[in-house]
């Protein structure tokens, strides 16, 4: 029988163990983060101050289960796999006390293969082979374990459907202004939201007529410059001026979204209380409360009726989805999405061509330059539905994003890259081409030189319009 007292002196003569056993904190069941070298920073990022090791009732399986901590942290794993394993160890232990075995010698191949199978999940699964192994090689304890083969699942890519963005986008002001541009932002660069709230506040550098960004990527653990359209650079000025305006422009408070404090929400909710913004880091887990109540505030529902659970992570899901209807290439979309390989893409690019062909009797859009498409606008930034940011012109729609306050091309709408036109404007169109070739003509009777120019520069932007409807016609036709 191996006691707690062998199985401690095998791990004092392993390579690792006398490493560890001493630790100043690896006797208590609380161990801070801050004494896993985690940062200050990092700690305010992610929401949590410690790792608890309480609910075992082995106690060979606790000092184990810490030495499994401590080989995932060298690993430089995330913090997220190393709660899972503490999770999944105790429940290991709640498994083999319910099964009535308590000594290590119990763990044979059956019995873990029989835990396993409870939940057949991947990650339960890696789980155990990762202990196992590392307790073999350690000689600490020598166990076997055989695989599953699990079968591959493909994998559930939660993007948010468009009657969903649709309401997101015409709620979105009932977030606070900051928190409104935070997920305008992260939806337009498809950032996870950990790099969201890691953006400095000094983030911006033009370089000619080109701006670009400064960002973490998390799976690179690298910060990178990524070139980004001058209409994302107004909206990530317009949240430098606003902290500016709370903190004064030499804060040294240097990330550019800060902590929204609605501390006295309690009985009236966090959307109908003022909030207080404090020059701290904004975690995680506060960003995944306002996302949770805001899918309540704003009644976010599915064509089914279904509530529709929002997560940051639909943002980024989302932007990946629009990139590959888009036909962007795989590579650019990893490197945009900061992803270590191009595994999951090949999945987004399927979604896309189904969504595709749902899509073919849509309504469809022609632009300035006479180009189809289903999306409002598709292939020009991210707004993907148009109906809340729409504004009816003589001859036509403005999809100009609202977000970017007054235009500044009034009464030039078909010079407009954000004007579109429909099947139903057509006849419209078609009036005005004519009306214009009257004017022409006039002008050219009585010698108006830049008249006859600027009537010829519109009836040109109105036939290419025309020409994009002809083929929009016939690719609704085709689809008939």
């Excluded at 029988?1 to 069941?29: C, H, N, Q, T």
């Excluded at 990022?45 to 030495?67: D, E, P, Q, T, V």
């Excluded at 999944?88 to 191949?109: H, N, V």
């Excluded at 953006?199 to 690179?220: G, T």
Aim: aromatic content about 12%; charged content about 30%.
């Amino acid at each position: 029988m191996l006691s707690l007292e062998v199985l401690k002196e095998k791990i004092a003569k392993s390579e690792l163990g006398p490493k560890w056993l001493y630790l100043p904190f690896f006797e208590r069941d609380i161990w801070s983060l801050e004494e896993l070298s985690y940062t200050e920073e990092e700690r305010k990022f992610i929401g949590h101050s410690n790792l608890y090791f309480k609910g075992f009732s082995l106690l060979w399986l606790k000092l184990l289960a810490k030495l499994t901590v401590l080989a995932t942290f060298r690993q430089k794993q995330s913090l997220d796999n190393i709660r899972h394993r503490i999770t999944y160890l105790r429940q290991l232990d709640e498994f083999l006390m319910a099964k009535g075995y308590s000594q290590p010698e119990d763990l044979t191949d059956t019995l873990l293969r029989e835990y396993v199978s409870q939940r057949m999940t991947k990650a339960r699964q890696q789980c155990i082979a990762y202990a196992v192994k590392l307790w073999a090689e350690e000689g600490w304890l020598k166990l076997t374990y055989t695989h599953f083969k699990i079968k591959k699942k493909v994998p559930k890519l939660e993007t948010i459907p468009e009657e969903v963005l649709y309401q997101i986008y015409e709620n979105f002001d009932l977030f606070p202004p900051q928190l409104e541009r935070l997920f305008r932002l992260q939806l337009v660069l498809g950032c996870r939201i950990g790099e969201m709230l890691r953006i400095p506040r000094q983030c911006l550098k033009q370089e000619d007529d080109k701006w670009f960004m400064l960002r973490w990527v998390e799976k690179r653990k690298q910060w990178r410059f990524y070139q980004i359209h001058y209409l994302l650079a107004e909206l990530v000025q317009e949240q430098q001026k606003f902290l500016d305006g709370k903190f004064g422009a030499n804060s040294k408070f240097d990330k550019l979204f800060c902590k929204v404090d609605v501390s006295s929400h309690r009985y009236k909710g966090r959307f109908h209380v003022e909030p207080v913004y404090q020059p701290e880091i904004l975690s995680f887990a506060t960003t995944a409360l306002w996302l949770s109540e805001f899918r309540e505030e704003a009644d976010l529902k599915d064509k089914h009726g279904n509530r529709f659970k929002l997560t940051s992570h639909h943002f980024r899901r989302t932007k990946a989805s629009i990139m590959a209807y888009c036909e962007a290439e795989d590579e650019y979309i990893a490197a945009v999405l900061g992803h270590a390989s191009l595994d999951m893409l090949p999945h987004y690019r399927k979604r896309s061509l189904e969504r595709l062909e749902k899509e073919a009797n849509s309504q469809g859009y022609v632009n300035k330059y006479g180009q189809v498409s289903s999306f409002k606008p598709r292939k020009h930034r991210y707004e993907k539905l148009a109906e809340i940011l729409k504004v009816s012109t003589p001859l036509g729609e403005c999809h100009r994003p609202s977000i970017l306050g007054d235009c500044q091309s009034r009464y030039a709408c078909l010079s407009c890259d954000h004007h579109r036109v429909t099947l139903d404007d057509k006849a419209k169109l078609e009036a005005d081409c004519e009306s214009l070739q009257q004017d022409l003509e006039q002008a050219k009777t009585v010698g108006q030189e830049r008249r006859i120019t600027e009537i010829n520069r519109l009836i040109d932007l109105l036939k290419v319009r025309l020409k994009g409807l002809v083929e929009l016609q016939n690719l609704k036709m085709d689809a008939i």
